[in-house]
């Protein structure tokens, strides 16, 4: 039996994430300043969290649930905190309130974007190519920005972020991951 997609019209999603996705690979050629950065991040994440949603009672339930959220929250915390910690190094940036908001705005608008869009959009055909999906093009739209280094680590981020949307039914859990990953970032 096939499970029911999340959002609504999940074949129109999946060409809005093309157009997301295509912007995100070709944001290194177009973004010259932080406006055009914040106007990027600000649209994804109006796409992200506009599209409307078609949400079961049972996700309804988990997504409010923090008997469920607060165990994942916890694991997807403290793995970015212990890849953090082993990664060790500088920060790649000097520490300054702009990047906190920037990366803060990133982080939720690509949750949006990948965690509720695209992955709701591809639970009808399972868990399995949701996660792997939201998983492998949030890592690939990563590496016109960094290098081909962070693929793996994009990967490893991307499939934690993914297994808790899949373990609580929510995308702002890993939203909220993903901001203090990013925080860890530059500090």
């Known amino acids: 039996m096939t499970a029911l997609a999340t959002v609504r019209r999940p074949d129109s999603a999946i060409a809005a994430v093309t157009l997301g996705c295509a912007a995100l690979v070709a944001r290194p050629l177009f973004l010259d300043s932080t406006a055009e950065a914040v106007a990027l991040f600000a649209t994804l994440l109006a796409v992200g969290t506009l599209w409307p949603a078609d949400s079961s009672l049972r996700a309804l339930y988990r997504a409010s649930t923090w008997r469920v959220n607060a165990p994942a929250l916890i694991v997807g915390l403290a793995a970015f905190a212990l890849g953090r910690v082993i990664g060790g190094g500088h920060p790649p940036v000097p520490f300054a309130a702009r990047f906190i908001v920037l990366n803060t705005l990133a982080a939720v608008a690509e949750e949006a974007f990948f965690r509720r869009l695209l992955y709701g959009a591809l639970e009808r055909h399972g868990a399995a190519l949701a996660v792997a999906g939201s998983t492998i093009l949030f890592a690939l739209v990563h590496v016109t920005v960094y290098g081909w280094w962070v693929l793996p680590i994009d990967l490893a981020a991307g499939l934690v972020l993914s ?3 899949w373990a609580t039914g929510s995308w702002t859990v890993p939203a909220v991951t993903h ?9």
């Open 179 to 187: 901001v203090v990953a990013n925080v860890l970032v530059v500090i």
């Open 163 to 165: 297994w808790q949307r």
